[in-house]
C-alpha cells in the first residue's frame, strides 16, 4: 500500500517537474514574444516616423520641383534677356567705335579747316596788299599823268589857305600833285614810288593817302614829321 502511494508520489513529482519545465519554458517563450511585440512596436514606430518624414521631404521635394520649375522658366526669359542685352551692347559698342571714327574724323577736319582758314587769310592779306600796290601803282601812275609841275612864277599864294606868299611865309612843292602850297599846308612827308625816302606832300594829298590805304584794311603810316 505505502509503495504504491510512493510510486504515485513519484510519477506525480516527475509529472509536476515536467509541467514546471513546460511552464518555464511556456515563461520563456511568453518573454520571447513580448519582447518580440515591444520590438516590434519600436520598429512600427520608426516606420511610422520615417514614413512621416518621407512625406514631409515628399511634399518638400515637390515644392521643389514647383520652384525648379518656375525658375527654369525664369531662367529661360532671363537668358532671352541677356541675349537681348548682348545684342544691344554689341550695338552700342558698334555706335560708340562709328561716334569715335566720327570725332577722329571731325578733329581732322577741323584741322584742315584751320590751316585752310589760316592759308585762305594768308591768301587774303596777300591778295590785299597785292590789290594796295596795284592802287598805290594806279594811283601814281594817274597822278603822274594828270599833276602839272606849277611854276614858281605862276604862284603868288598858297594853293589850299590862299595866304599870299612873302619873304617870311615861302613857297613848297607838293611832290605829288606838282601844286605849291605854304609849309603849314605841306608839312607831310610821304614816300612816292619816284623817290628813295619820304617827300612834301599837300594835305589834300596826304588825306588821299590816307583814305586809300584805310580802304584797304592795311593803314600804314609813311608820314616822316619834320
Known sequence: MQQGVFDLYLVAKEELAVSNSKLSELKANIEAEKKKRDEAEVEKALLVTKCEKLTTDNEKLRTDIEEIRGKHENTESFVEEITKLRMEVSIMENLKNELQRLREENEELKTTCSVQESSLLELADQLGRSKLEMEEL??????????????????VCCYQCEANFSLARRKHHCRNCGMIFCNDCSNKKRLLPSSSKPVRVCDECDLIFIKRLHGFGHFVDRTDTM
Do not use: G, H
Open 138 to 155: 594806279r594811283f601814281d601812275i594817274d597822278q603822274s599823268k594828270e599833276n602839272k609841275w606849277m611854276a614858281d612864277d605862276e604862284a
